[in-house]
């Protein structure tokens, strides 16, 4: 069994690959192509894009997701289930296509009303903010659990 550390560790390296994968597939290119853009191995972009990655450092995945561009927000909870890598933004230019107008509009209400507040009204709400992401990524994970546990039980 591993300790929380180490399970923490292993959701982590997990969900930024998973991250790394989803934005090679956004970008609609080969893992070899992906793999010289990032400046790894193909067969580490095969690891990665499988989710092979017990044997790859968080540090290195960590590397290859900053050479995708994509904003991305590690948090690592209580617990190794509250762990997780989350799009923490969009701005990279394959991730643009992905943005709507009510976003946009909901993201400028918010950075005008980011600027309204004082520096420890900022502060709260930027720990409200995790607090609700946390929340979001282990309904998430609960989820995903439940619909394991129901797959598994069918006759």
Do not use: W, Y
């Not at 300790?3 to 970008?27: E, G, M, N």
Request: aromatic content about 2%; hydrophobic content about 45%; overall charge positive.
């Amino acid at each position: 069994m591993l300790s929380p550390d180490d399970a923490t560790i292993r959701s982590l390296r997990t969900d930024v690959a998973l991250q790394i994968a989803r934005f090679v597939a956004r970008s609609g290119i080969s893992q070899l192509a992906a793999a010289k853009q990032l400046g790894i191995p193909q067969p580490t972009m095969s690891k990665i894009a499988n989710g092979r990655v017990t044997d790859i450092s968080l540090e290195l995945l960590i590397r290859i997701a900053v050479r995708t561009g994509v904003p991305m927000t590690l948090l690592t909870g209580h617990g190794p289930e509250e762990a997780g890598a989350f799009v923490a933004g969009t701005s990279n230019s394959s991730l643009r296509a992905l943005r709507s107008t009510l976003a946009d509009a909901a993201r400028e209400s918010l950075v005008q009303s980011q600027r309204r507040l004082t520096p420890s009204q900022r502060l709260e709400a930027f720990l409200e903010h995790n607090q609700l992401l946390c929340a979001l990524h282990e309904s998430g994970r609960a989820a995903k659990l439940e619909r394991a546990r129901v797959a598994n039980r069918v006759p």
